[in-house]
C-alpha cells in the first residue's frame, strides 16, 4: 500500500530545523548551552566501538557514527545542570540510553523495510535483515552491561525496565498493526512504552544521580514522559506530511505497514461511515490511498490538527512538571525545548 503525498508538503519544509543537537550555533536553541557535554558523549558512543570484536566493530562503528538528535543524552545533562551540576554519571546515563535508542531504531528499520535514515542507507538496506538484527540486539547488550558501571542495582533496574518498556511498545504496535479495533488509549500506552519510557528514563534516572528526592524524581520522569510521547506524535504527523529529501529519512511508512497513528485515528473517528470502511478497506488490502481526496482536504487538515493539539496540551503540562527545579538557565533550556517543538508541530496548522 501507497499513501499518497500530501497535498501541501510545505508544512514542514520551512521549519524542519530538526530537534537536534548538531544544530547551527544559535544562542536560542535549547541544546546549545550543552553542546560541550554533547560533544563528549558522541565521543564516548563512537568509542564504544573498540569494546566489540575486531570483526564487528566496522558494522557497531557505522551505527555509532550516524550522528542522530541525541535528545536523550540532552535531556540527562540539562537535568542534572539543573539538579545542581552535571557529571560524568549524566554524561554516561546519555550514553546508554543512546544506544538502546540506536539498538531500536535498527530494529525499527528492519520492520518497516526502511532504506534510509538520517540521509544514509539503514543497516538492513546495508547488510541485510539478518545482520542489523543482531547489531540491534548487540546495541542493546552493551548499554545493559554498561549499566553495571554504576555499581547500582537501582540504576541498572531501571535502565533495564526503560528496555524492556520499549521492546515491549515495538511488540504491542507490531501486533495491532492492520487492527481497525485499535482505540487511542491504545496508541497512547504503545507510544509511551516505545518512545516515551527512554524520555522518562533520562530525566529521571539523571534525577536520580543528582541525588534528588523520590517525588522530585517522579516529576521529572513526568516531564520525559509527556515530552517523548508530544515528540511521537509529531513524528506521526510528520510521516504524513514531512519530506524526505528535508528530514533524511523514509517516510510514508506508518499507514502503509498498517500502523494507526493519532492523526489516522481522528480522522476516522471524525469521517462518515461510508468513508471509514472505504479506509479501512484500503488499509486491509493495502492499496494507495490518497485521504485528502477521500475526505476532503479540511477533514483532513483537522485531523492533524487535532492531534497537534494534544501534544501542545502535553507540552504544557512538561513545563508545569519542572516547578520542582529552582530558576536557572539549565531550566530556562528545559522550557525552550518545549517551546522549539511547539513551533515545530504548530507548522501543521498553517
Request: net charge negative.
Amino acid at each position: 500500500m501507497r499513501v499518497a503525498a500530501a497535498p501541501y508538503p510545505w508544512i514542514f519544509s520551512a521549519a524542519m530545523a530538526t530537534f537536534t543537537a548538531t544544530s547551527p550555533n544559535n544562542s536560542q536553541f535549547p541544546f546549545e548551552l550543552v553542546r560541550p557535554d554533547l560533544e563528549k558523549v558522541e565521543i564516548a558512543i563512537r568509542g564504544q566501538v573498540r569494546d566489540f570484536d575486531s570483526a564487528v566493530e566496522p558494522y557497531i562503528a557505522y551505527i555509532c557514527n550516524t550522528s542522530g538528535k541525541r535528545i536523550r543524552p540532552a535531556l540527562a545533562i540539562l537535568i542534572g545542570g539543573a539538579a545542581g551540576g552535571v557529571n560524568e554519571d549524566h554524561r554516561k546515563i546519555g550514553v546508554i540510553l543512546e544506544l538502546i535508542h540506536m539498538a531500536t531504531l535498527v530494529h525499527d528499520d528492519i520492520i518497516d523495510g526502511a532504506i534510509a535514515r538520517r540521509s544514509m542507507p539503514t543497516a538492513n538496506a546495508k547488510w541485510g535483515n539478518a545482520l542489523a538484527v543482531l547489531l540491534g540486539d548487540a546495541l542493546f547488550s552493551h548499554a545493559l552491561t554498561l549499566a553495571t558501571d554504576f555499581n547500582s542495582i537501582d540504576i541498572c533496574r531501571k535502565v533495564g525496565n526503560a528496555a524492556r518498556e520499549v521492546c515491549q511498545g515495538e511488540i504491542l504496535q507490531t501486533q495491532r498493526r492492520f487492527d481497525l479495533t485499535l482505540s487511542k488509549e491504545d496508541y497512547f500506552r504503545v507510544i509511551e512504552m516505545k518512545t516515551g519510557a527512554l524520555f522518562a528514563a533520562a530525566t529521571s534516572l539523571a534525577a536520580a544521580v543528582s541525588g534528588l528526592g523520590e517525588s522530585d524524581q517522579a516529576s521529572l520522569a513526568a516531564y520525559g514522559m509527556k515530552l517523548g510521547t508530544a515528540y511521537q506524535i509529531y513524528d506521526d504527523c510528520l510521516d504524513l506530511v514531512g519530506l524526505e529529501e528535508v528530514v533524511g529519512k523514509t517516510l510514508g511508512t506508518d499507514l502503509a505497514k498498517g500502523k494507526l497513528t493519532l492523526p489516522i485515528l481522528n480522522l476516522l473517528e471524525s469521517v462518515s461511515e461510508n468513508q471509514r470502511d472505504v479506509i479501512n478497506k484500503r488499509i486491509l488490502d493495502e492499496l494507495e490511498i490518497d485521504l485528502p481526496a477521500l475526505v476532503g482536504t479540511a477533514q483532513y487538515q483537522a485531523a492533524l490538527e487535532s492531534a497537534v493539539g494534544t501534544a501542545l496540551d502535553l507540552l504544557e503540562g512538561c513545563r508545569a512538571d519542572l516547578g520542582v527545579l529552582s530558576a536557572s538557565e539549565y531550566k530556562d533550556a528545559l522550557v525552550q525545548i518545549t517551546r522549539f517543538l511547539e513551533t515545530l508541530l504548530s507548522k501543521c496548522r498553517n
